[in-house]
């Protein structure tokens, strides 16, 4: 079963930053926090993940709270395509992973 | 290497009848990864190999199932006596072992088991 939970959906505007959020509060101390997103009728699609420590790259920012029991993906800027549904995974290093029902962003102009 | 490769794109099928899907990873990854997705949900893991040997089978693989990776490079996954509800996204996706960094997906292959 998966780990997390995710509202079911949430509305942005273009061009306004995207905040999703995830609760894990059973993550255990080796477990990272994963997400991906996935655009319909394609595969999922990696964006970041993180243990710790906030993380940044091209695509998101990841916030993880000091106790680790709740994170939120940022997209800063998002745009229309960026309307799809965002998984949030707590995984284990080396082990599957287990995806729930995700959030559907949907970015309206 | 543009990614993982998944073939066919889609594939509709007479009930009773078998199929196989090809799946070709990552040349660099030794961990591929199949999962199976119907609408409105998200992916369900189906089985994973690290290099050639098959480690974990999830208990929705039926005997009607299976899957190969028998040079440790692409993998098939077969379905016998399809059944309609076999109708699903079949989805594929690569990872190395040693990284914690993130699985790589194909664009999955459709079945429609009519």
């Known amino acids: 079963d998966a780990k997390t939970t995710q509202p079911p959906s949430m509305d942005c505007a273009e061009g306004r930053a995207a905040n999703l959020p995830c609760n894990h509060s059973?993550?255990?101390?080796?477990?990272?926090v994963y997400w991906y997103r996935q655009i319909h009728s394609q595969g999922p699609q990696y964006i970041i993940h993180g243990l710790k420590n906030n993380e940044t790259n091209e695509m998101a920012s990841l916030i993880i709270t000091e106790d680790r029991k709740s994170s939120t993906l940022i997209l800063p800027h998002a745009t229309l395509r960026d309307t799809a549904v965002y998984y949030c995974i707590v995984q284990g290093y080396g082990n599957k992973l287990v995806f729930g029902a995700g959030t559907i962003l949907r970015v309206k102009s | 290497d543009t990614g993982v490769s998944q073939d066919p794109r889609h594939k509709i099928t007479k009930r009773g009848q078998n199929v196989t899907f090809r799946c070709d990873p990552i040349?660099?990854?030794?961990?591929l990864y199949w999962y199976r997705q119907t609408l409105g949900q998200g992916p369900e893991f189906l089985t994973y190999?690290?290099?050639?040997?098959?480690?974990?089978k999830s208990r929705l693989l039926s005997d009607r199932f299976s899957a190969e990776r028998p040079k440790g490079s692409f993998s098939t996954l077969e379905i016998q006596r399809t059944e309609q509800g076999d109708s699903a996204m079949y989805l594929c996706?690569?990872?190395?072992?040693?990284?914690?960094?993130?699985?790589?997906f194909g664009s999955g292959t459709r079945l429609t088991v009519v």
């Open positions: 190999f690290q290099n050639e040997a098959q480690l974990e």
């Open positions: 059973t993550i255990s101390g080796n477990e990272y």
């Open positions: 040349s660099e990854h030794n961990r």
């Open positions: 996706a690569s990872s190395l072992q040693r990284d914690s960094g993130g699985y790589t």
